[in-house]
């Protein structure tokens, strides 16, 4: 079939590795101690939703799991749907492993129950000294991370996302084409 895709100039999307998220436990380590990037203990994973009765029992299966999983690890979790029609499943605890760990097991259900390809991004909030908001974005479709800073209604500081790609530099899988460093506004993370 890739023969097939080159000769009629189709191309398919990068499948994410999803142990690359992982990556981000000790990237915020980094953060916190060389730069003064502060955990704000929220994260979040976005996804596309289908009207199906498959989806409708995924969502009451990830709800359970997640109840479960909240019990175990003090994680507050919250399923909801935001004003672009996507879901979002935020979470909030001031163990980052617990949250990155989350996120993960969110991922992978999804993925293991043929919903891969509805995963968007997954959103881990940082501040800065300044008490910017800095997040963090992995973009499931390209298995890569990238900052986003937003500032207001539809407004970003590209400075700060570029001094953040640099000191992230070596810490996390980034993407480097910046035509691919979406905003995701009104983050409910």
Known sequence: ???????????RPVRSHLEHMMSISTAALAFAASNGLAWTGSAGICFRSLSSSQFADLQRELAALLDVSGRETGTDTLIKEDSFGYHWVVLNDPDFEDLVTTIHMVSLTLSEHGFRDQLLAAAFHFEDAESTGIYWIYN????????FVPTGARTRDNALELRMQAVADGELPLETDQSKWYALWELPV
């Open 1 to 11: 079939m890739k023969f097939l895709d080159a000769l009629l100039g189709r191309s």
């Open 140 to 147: 499931y479709k390209r298995g890569l991370f990238y900052p």
